[in-house]
């Protein structure tokens, strides 16, 4: 009788610890474990930019683009149609939940937090305790899409993020400038800033596929503005001299001189 009650107590241990996970829609019971591997952090191709507009009490929109880096690292610029043309920028660093499938962004200013549903392809706006929020306004409104990533080089606002292996932090809310670059198709005219001055020329391009080719630029020339924050300038500007092919990944783009280590790397902004 003594192993039996013994027994029956292992048994009660062992249930309960397989308890600790969730329910699917058919009330399958998903241990912890199970949950995590599986979850959207986990199981989706979350990184990339997404896009749209909220709802407003006050305004007519809140145009919002999102962009979530794989390093937990995030972009946000949000225009409140109505409102004027100024346009709030933040960047730093979310959190995901416990269960691997909602995202939290801590605002800065005010320290709440605001929490986003991951799912295949899209965002979606939650209450400040993470819930679904409850209005009549239909749910896809609050829906942030995944902007779909081509592999076109031109025409394109390429901001500088790494320089010779070194992460670059700029920000056109700093300094009104940051180091970027765009391709026009046009004449094949190249132009962009350094983080201080603006530059120009032209550049020639033959694409080898969908994602690489062959790119060279004409020396370019610059505005001669003296700056204290842009100590990379210099070295920036050296790149373009010797650049000779491009790949891009997802909306990341690098540019390589005779070595197969990029000396530059720049990512796509979207909302502008």
């Known amino acids: 009788m003594r192993k039996i009650i013994l027994l029956l107590m292992i048994l009660f241990v062992v249930a309960s610890a397989c308890n600790t996970g969730k329910k699917t829609s058919s009330g399958t019971e998903l241990s912890a474990e199970f949950a995590a591997?599986?979850?959207?952090?986990n199981s989706l191709d979350w990184a990339g930019v997404y896009r749209g507009t909220l709802p407003c009490a006050?305004?007519?929109g809140i145009v919002t683009e999102i962009r979530l880096n794989s390093d937990n690292s995030f972009e946000r610029i949000i225009d409140y149609l109505g409102k004027g043309d100024d346009k709030l920028r933040e960047s730093g660093s979310f959190d995901w939940?416990?269960?691997g499938g909602e995202i939290i962004i801590t605002d800065k200013s005010s320290d709440t937090k605001e929490w986003y549903k991951v799912g295949e392809n899209r965002l979606i706006a939650l209450d400040i305790d993470g819930n679904r929020i409850e209005s009549s306004i239909p749910q896809e409104m609050y829906v942030l899409n995944k902007i779909?990533?081509?592999n076109v080089v031109t025409e394109k606002y390429w901001k500088l993020i790494e320089l010779n292996g070194?992460?670059?932090?700029?920000s056109a809310n700093e300094t009104g400038r940051e180091a970027h670059f765009i391709l026009h198709?046009?004449?094949n005219r190249i132009t962009g800033n350094s983080g201080c001055n603006n530059m120009m020329g032209s550049y020639e391009l033959t694409e080898g596929s969908a994602q690489q080719g062959e790119i060279k630029f004409s020396p370019l020339a610059a505005t001669r503005m003296a700056c204290l924050d842009a100590e990379y300038e210099h070295e920036y500007l050296l790149i373009f001299d010797g650049s000779k092919k491009y790949s891009i990944e997802n909306d990341t783009l690098s540019l390589f001189s005779d070595g197969d280590t990029p000396v530059a790397k720049f990512v796509a902004v979207y909302l502008r």
């Open 58 to 60: 006050d305004c007519e």
């Open 166 to 170: 070194k992460s670059i932090q700029s």
């Open 185 to 187: 198709s046009n004449e």
């Open 37 to 41: 591997e599986h979850s959207s952090r």
């Open 148 to 150: 779909d990533i081509d």
């Open 97 to 99: 939940d416990e269960t």
